[in-house]
């Protein structure tokens, strides 16, 4: 037997473990899909990708391909395994055919083998010969867009081209005529490069009447070039030396080269000018392109030497004067129809004096509550307050403002509003006006985690609700452990475990539970492991968590005789299974299963509140005394292999392991073997079962 320290860690880690959750994962088809083959000939390689559920790409994942058309051509591995990258692939050689067939069609599935429902497909078109020593397929593939007179494609860079791109597959020989639907077709520059011209839609696959349509996308380099396209795959069918040609696209955008973000005193003109560059989609420059300049605010100065239409470099260029409003302001330039603008920024300034803090300063709010008062500043120079100046907001800390740039009003008073963000702490707010600023000191405070009825759950099963007397639960909210990294676990003492564990404390009807962990794990697992006061009656509980200085209560919370919860690890094949042991004290595994015969030991939790023989109930945060065994008041039954087990002990509460029951029963000797035989623990209350939840055993 392992002894009690020993035992008690395990325990803990097990409870972390089952906090835990796997990440659901995605596959999809990258490259192979709709490939055209020969008979007895090996495509090109079928790829999947895997990711999990954050999209981060998922290592030593096993893919199983299989064939979902009996007899329809060989996949070459039929199990697989992702890469580094989330990346897995297979090959597929295609079937001989009879000469009267033209073509035949097959679907290949690849799935994630611990999950089935997580899989795609891929078609492969096998297509025959002729038969008659030609060499010839039974299939045509024509090219019917664009035609000769169609060529060179030409487009604008960046623009989407007016001609399609259009392929036929047809079956013409060797049986039924009829299209050829789900072949692949890909556009690629001759010369291998990219970024000049490509599908809008990617790969793009023939239809019900066997045509695939691409809509041809023009890059950003100016010239001449050919293209080819790909049918069936990268070495099935290919249409070659295609002409295009690129030319500069319509007016996009305007990048601004010169003058932007200037600071001038009032009434003077800006130091450098402004200047700009009209460029189409891909960054190249328009020529005689017609714009506009404007004002975005009135009376904020003079626009002078203006040009209207960009040179033979795309140029245009202009210069302002400042008006006497203080502030930041902005020119458009713009195209005629407004759809194509940049905007100029420029600041104007006083001789100022300096800012003063009226109000609002040294307030405290609770989380993700507004703060009572509004911060407020004025904004002086030598002539008195200054309006019309924008003050800048800046904060740091755990708070949001309502804007971060505020005009001064006529009397030079600018205000702000700040909102207190999820997380306690100091939060500095700083205005800023030129070289001058000022600061007001904040605090944020905790108002407790954020309880609701699914924050409840069984420590070791992980089922809803879980509250029962005596049981092991886990309290899931956000707020529990702020600021926390990883797992604060309780070390047990004389007496217990603490009743404070890293500033969490728990009440049920104001009786304190003990703790055995408090957790943050990220990614909204927060979670504290309490034993539910074994004096507590069944019915409807309020439960209060404190956290530090805030605190939370929700009421309503169900209280039931027995909430079943069996412990389980994960074994060396990534599956769950229960925590047992074998009569030698060993765990059992796959390496170590259980013997049919055997009496095997297995913890569980929530099995009602435990006493004595004489009737006296083991008060809270205590194991069972050494000299004075207790049980579960109510009848334990084991299911195995979706059986019930005749030779069960009474539930024992354990005499190490706060909270824990230790149920023992023999395997029966008509047991098959196997490493996953179904198991279940339920509790007998007024005739009913209460179910733990299904686990299972390896038995040999």
């Known amino acids: ?13 097990l409870l972390l473990a089952a906090a835990g959750a796997v990440s659901a994962q995605t596959i999809t088809a990258v490259s192979g899909n709709g490939q055209m083959v020969r008979p007895n000939f090996i495509t090109d390689p079928l790829v999947v990708e895997v990711r999990t559920a954050q999209g981060a790409p998922a290592p030593g994942v096993e893919i199983r391909w299989q064939i979902l058309d009996a007899g329809l051509g060989t996949v070459v591995n039929s199990i697989t395994f992702t890469d580094g990258a989330g990346r897995a692939s297979t090959t597929f050689v295609g079937a001989l055919m009879p000469p009267t067939a033209s073509f035949l069609q097959t679907t290949v599935n690849a799935s994630v083998a611990i999950n089935p429902s997580i899989n795609t497909n891929f078609t492969v078109t096998t297509v025959n010969f002729t038969g008659d020593g030609s060499q010839s397929l039974t299939v045509d593939i024509l090219l019917l867009s664009p035609s000769l007179e169609q060529r060179p494609l030409v487009g604008g860079a960046g623009t989407t081209g007016t001609v399609p ?43 019900a009447v066997g045509e695939a349509v691409c809509t041809p996308v023009f890059g950003g380099r100016l010239g001449d070039g050919q293209f080819s396209v790909f049918v069936g795959g990268d070495t099935f069918y290919v249409f070659s030396d295609i002409l295009f040609r690129i030319t500069v696209g319509p007016l996009a955008a305007f990048r601004i080269t010169n003058g932007n973000n200037q600071s001038v005193n009032a009434g003077q003109a800006l130091p450098a000018p402004m200047v700009a560059i009209g460029e189409d989609a891909s960054g190249n420059a328009v020529t005689g392109a017609d714009v506009v300049w404007e004002l975005v605010s009135p009376n904020t100065g003079v626009l002078s030497n203006l040009t209207t239409v960009t040179d033979a470099n795309g140029r245009v260029s202009g210069r302002l004067t400042a008006g006497s409003i203080p502030g930041t302001f902005q020119v458009r330039l713009r ?50 307050p200054v309006p019309n100046i924008p003050v800048l907001f800046t904060i740091t800390g755990g708070a949001t403002l309502s804007a971060s740039t505020v005009t001064t009003n006529a009397q030079g008073i600018a205000r702000v509003n700040v909102t207190a963000g ?37 420590a070791a099963g992980g089922q809803r609700g879980g509250v029962s007397p005596g049981a092991l639960v886990q309290i899931t909210a956000p707020g529990i452990a702020p600021g926390l990294q990883g797992c604060v676990v309780a070390a047990q003492f004389v007496g217990g475990f603490a009743y404070q564990l890293a500033r969490v404390t728990v009440t049920f009807n104001n009786v304190s539970a003990p703790l055995y962990s408090v957790c943050n794990l990220g990614q909204n697992q927060e979670f504290a492991v309490a034993q539910v006061p074994t004096e507590l009656p069944t019915g409807l509980a309020n439960v209060t968590v404190a956290v530090g200085e805030g605190n939370a209560t929700i009421t309503g919370i169900p209280v039931t005789a027995v909430a079943p919860g069996l412990f389980e690890t994960v074994m060396s094949d990534n599956i769950r299974r229960a925590v047992a042991l074998r009569p030698d004290g060993s765990y059992v595994t796959l390496q170590n299963p259980a013997r049919r015969g055997e009496r095997i030991k297995v913890f569980v939790t929530g099995l009602g509140a435990p006493v004595t023989a004489a009737g006296t109930r083991i008060p809270t945060n205590q194991v069972a005394p050494s000299t004075t065994p207790a049980t579960s008041p109510f009848g334990v039954v084991v299911g195995l292999n979706n059986e019930g087990v005749p030779n069960v002990n009474a539930p024992v509460l354990s005499s190490t392991l706060i909270g824990i029951y230790e149920v023992t029963f023999e395997v029966p000797t008509n047991i098959p073997a196997g490493a996953n035989i179904p198991f279940v623990v339920a509790s007998v209350v007024n005739d009913q079962f209460v179910f733990s939840q299904p686990s299972a055993l390896p038995v040999q």
């Open 165 to 207: 791109i259009r392929v036929s597959v047809f079956a013409t020989r060797g049986g039924t005529p009829g299209p050829v639907p789900n072949v692949s077709v890909r556009v690629q520059e001759q010369d291998g490069s990219s970024g000049t011209i490509r599908c809008q839609e990617g790969t793009v696959f023939t239809n």
């Open 422 to 458: 999820p997380n306690s702490g100091a939060v500095v707010v700083t205005a800023s006006v030129s070289n001058f600023s000022v600061q007001f000191t904040l605090t944020v405070r905790l108002p407790g985690p954020v309880l609701s009825q699914t924050s409840f759950t069984s």
């Open 335 to 384: 195209n005629p129809r407004g759809t194509v603008q940049a905007l100029f920024n420029f600041t104007v300034s006083l001789t100022l004096t300096g800012i003063t803090k009226n109000s609002g300063d040294n307030q405290t709010a609770i989380t993700n509550q507004p703060f009572a008062e509004p911060l407020v500043i004025t904004v002086n120079s030598a002539q008195g």
């Open 1 to 13: 037997m392992l002894s009690p320290n020993k035992t008690l860690f395990s325990v803990a880690s």
